[in-house]
């Protein structure tokens, strides 16, 4: 719970506003039955005595108690009412807060932790967090602490009164938590499977959604209803044993209280035998009685609040104890990125035996364009990867500027970069913000002008309201093709020092690679920028300046095309398989 006091604590004048309205809430509100007490003692029993015979001096003495019990009342009304409302601007400050630095924690986590688990997880487990941590400061002012300031009231009371009374008040509440402890530990073990599984299940239901087209077209509907069901019979399993446990809790609270109750009332009738208290005390203390036992009685609920909150925020502290993605302290400052070199680069993937690159080493600068191919599996995604580092260098150098990675700021250089992936993100929205998404306060003009720079006018010219059209549903309809130069758009967009094209064409036919091909060696024909390519289709890479060949992590093979083709290796047995024999023995 530490860690939900932290992110209390900048509010902790609103929360003793909260706690003080919430005692003069609870103080007047209890007033009340006292002067009912009053009322009976008073004028009721009086009547036949003090008033006999004076009704004006009992209607005003009436009138005077009644005055009070409804001004008490407006007291307590309207410090409850104020008391909802700061309650309400501390819980939703609170969840806000939690969520968004939870949330600022995720996307600040190596891209590492993200391969290793599913997207849904942690959005499933902010969600969590921030819905238990407000349920459970409502509770703990609206029912926790307005209790403990009636039982403290009713006891001070009591003591005035008899002392028998108070010692049953007392006796009461340790009786009922002990026994609310006991089941609630129980409760914490089930709710915590409870959690686990449903953030599993979040997880689940996002791929299968994320996956909708590859579930639909095979016909999986069934077989991923069945998978999700199975999860969710095991969490209504579980959620059923709790109820169980709940109801156990509920039902023991309930005859501790009505015990206790029938306890104290048999003192109240024992103690008006003897003459030691009056009917109105007797009244007085039946409706304390009511004020303090409905409440224990949700204790069981409350419990159940606290352990869920619990078991949220241990996984929520779990994620923000996680480490972030490292920056240097001091870091040096990059400038225009004009060199990038790799030096004896190793790297082993977390849960890999093997290591995926083996002491690659290649040197580029701006105006060259270099290119990496090989099979798959080869090594190709992970050198990209650590290019613009979403994966730290476990032996070896990686220099921007001759520079180490280590010691620049990762930021200022991903700010340099403009990034073509094989499979296109685009969202909702017109074609200008797809590519206001990259540089925000780029101008139409600009906009205009990458798109024209990506081959983008067959787009355009459908497009009737021009960059200001829909993509996608109720818009323009846009190809495999259309995507990929909106891609190559968004990416120039930036002002790239560095261009890199991973797989940019593999997914796309061999009419609408050609373009594409053409589209990107028209983009870096202008020397502006270094530019990667990362290819499994060689017809792509064939104008590089220099391209490596990647074998089981290692660079097997390196230079132009032709010289590639010459010496007949794995490069030639690739150009041999994807473009033909006939055709590779005329080269």
């Avoid at 005003?60 to 019990?69: I, N, P, R, T, W």
């Avoid at 709790?242 to 109240?268: A, C, D, E, H």
Wanted: charged fraction near 20%.
């Amino acid at each position: 719970m530490k860690i939900l006091f932290y992110y209390l604590k900048p509010y902790w004048k609103l929360v003793v506003l909260s706690l003080v309205l919430a005692t003069v809430n609870q103080t007047f509100s209890l007033f009340d039955p006292m002067i009912t007490g009053h009322i009976m003692d008073d004028c009721i029993a009086m009547i036949n005595t003090k008033f006999a015979g004076k009704q004006s001096e009992f209607v005003m003495a009436v009138l005077k108690l009644l005055g009070l019990s409804i001004s008490v009342a407006m007291i307590s009304r309207i410090a409850k009412n104020f008391q909802d409302y700061v309650v309400n601007v501390i819980t939703q400050k609170t969840g806000a807060k939690i969520y968004s630095e939870g949330l600022k924690r995720s996307l600040q986590l190596p891209y590492q932790r993200f391969e290793d688990q599913r997207s849904g997880e942690t959005l499933g487990i902010l969600q969590k967090v921030r819905s238990d941590s407000e349920r459970l400061i409502q509770s703990f002012v609206g029912i926790v602490f307005t209790s403990i300031i009636a039982i403290v009231f009713v006891f001070i009371y009591s003591l005035t009164v008899s002392g028998w009374v108070g010692l049953i008040y007392l006796l009461s509440i340790p009786v009922i938590g002990l026994v609310s402890s006991y089941l609630s530990r129980k409760i914490k073990v089930i709710q915590k499977k409870i959690v686990g599984e449903t953030t599993a299940l979040a997880g689940s239901t996002t791929e299968s959604l994320r996956n909708i087209e590859l579930v639909k077209s095979l016909g999986l509907e069934g077989q991923e209803i069945e998978r999700l069901n199975n999860n969710t019979i095991k969490i209504l399993g579980l959620e059923l044993k709790k109820v169980k446990y709940v109801r156990s809790l509920g039902f023991i609270q309930g005859t501790v209280v009505n015990i206790t109750r029938s306890s104290m009332v048999f003192v109240l009738l024992l103690l008006i035998f003897k003459g030691d208290i009056s009917v109105g005390q007797y009244l007085t203390f039946l409706f304390y009685s009511f004020a303090i036992f409905n409440p224990l009685q949700e204790f069981g609920n409350i419990i159940l609040v606290y352990r869920e909150a619990q078991i949220s925020l241990a996984n929520f502290k779990n994620l923000m104890e996680m480490p972030v993605e490292h920056h240097p302290e001091n870091p040096s400052s990059l400038n225009a990125l004009t060199e990038i070199e790799f030096k004896n680069v190793s790297f082993q993937h977390q849960t890999a035996k093997t290591k995926a690159l083996h002491e690659i080493n290649f040197h580029v600068i701006t105006g060259e364009t270099i290119a990496f191919v090989g099979p798959s599996g080869s090594g190709k995604t992970t050198l990209i990867k650590m290019l613009v580092g979403l994966y730290r260098t476990e032996q070896g150098n990686v220099l921007y500027n001759n520079t180490d990675a280590g010691a620049i700021d990762i930021s200022e250089l991903r700010r340099q970069i403009g990034f073509v992936t094989q499979d296109t993100q685009l969202f909702s929205g017109t074609i200008k913000e797809n590519l206001l998404f990259v540089n925000p306060h780029a101008t139409d003009e600009q906009i205009l002008d990458v798109l024209k720079k990506a081959s983008c006018d067959s787009l355009l010219a459908r497009a009737d309201k021009g960059i200001d059209s829909l993509i996608g549903e109720g818009g323009v309809k846009v190809s495999g093709g259309e995507k990929q130069r909106l891609s190559i758009a968004r990416a120039l967009l930036r002002n790239p020092r560095l261009l890199v094209f991973d797989e940019a064409t593999s997914a796309l036919d061999s009419l609408t690679e050609e373009e594409i091909s053409d589209t990107i060696r028209k983009v870096t024909s202008t020397n502006k920028h270094i530019t990667i390519l990362i290819a499994h289709r060689l017809s792509t890479v064939m104008h590089a300046d220099r391209i490596y060949v990647l074998e089981n992590g290692h660079i097997v093979e390196q230079g132009k095309h032709e010289k590639l083709l010459e010496e007949k290796g794995l490069y030639y047995a690739m150009w041999r398989q994807q473009i033909g024999e006939r055709k590779a023995t005329a080269v």
